[in-house]
């Protein structure tokens, strides 16, 4: 008996989108209150999402029009980095990796693709990021990138 895969339906198509983020380190009833507080969501209209546990504490998930593979506030804009940082430190441990990954489709021939790695001391956060575009032709092309950078209290002087 051979593995089977199943096609999911929507995945990668106008105006489908996608997120996953994590791990947090705080309940899910906490990280509801802290996303609420804050203003941030998965997505433009997007009222909820899903959350699963794993070793290293929760994951939010989210799928659907108008989820665009990056955190959101209440206008639809990207969450800014002000706020995507206190985010990180309220819901993450320190010096633990959060990730953020997640994609959406603009255009019907046309997908946006995030992924963004960051870690914290306590005060500062560090991010490494990057934002492509993808089309059915194979063509990608990074839109934009940020440069790995040390956070300043996990800097090692030599």
């Known amino acids: ?79 800014s980095q002000t706020d995507l940082d206190q985010f990180v430190v309220k819901s993450t441990e320190q010096g633990a990796l959060f990730r953020m990954s997640g994609h959406y489709c603009p255009e019907p021939k046309i997908m946006i693709s995030s992924d963004a790695v960051a870690i914290h001391d306590g005060r500062h956060v560090s991010w490494h990021s990057i ?3 993808r089309t059915p032709d194979g063509m990608e092309r990074a839109i934009s990138a940020s440069r790995p950078e040390i956070a300043p209290a996990l800097a090692v002087a030599i």
Do not use: H
């Open 1 to 79: 008996m051979g593995f089977k895969l199943q096609a999911v339906s929507g995945f990668g198509t106008y105006p489908d989108g996608r997120l996953r983020a994590g791990p947090f380190c705080i309940s899910t009833e906490e990280l509801s209150s802290l996303m609420t507080d804050l203003r941030i969501f998965p997505g433009e209209n997007v009222p909820s999402g899903m959350i699963s546990s794993i070793p290293s504490g929760l994951m939010m998930s989210a799928a659907g029009a108008g989820v665009t593979g990056y955190l959101v506030d209440d206008e639809g804009l990207e969450v």
């Open 131 to 133: 934002r492509r575009l």
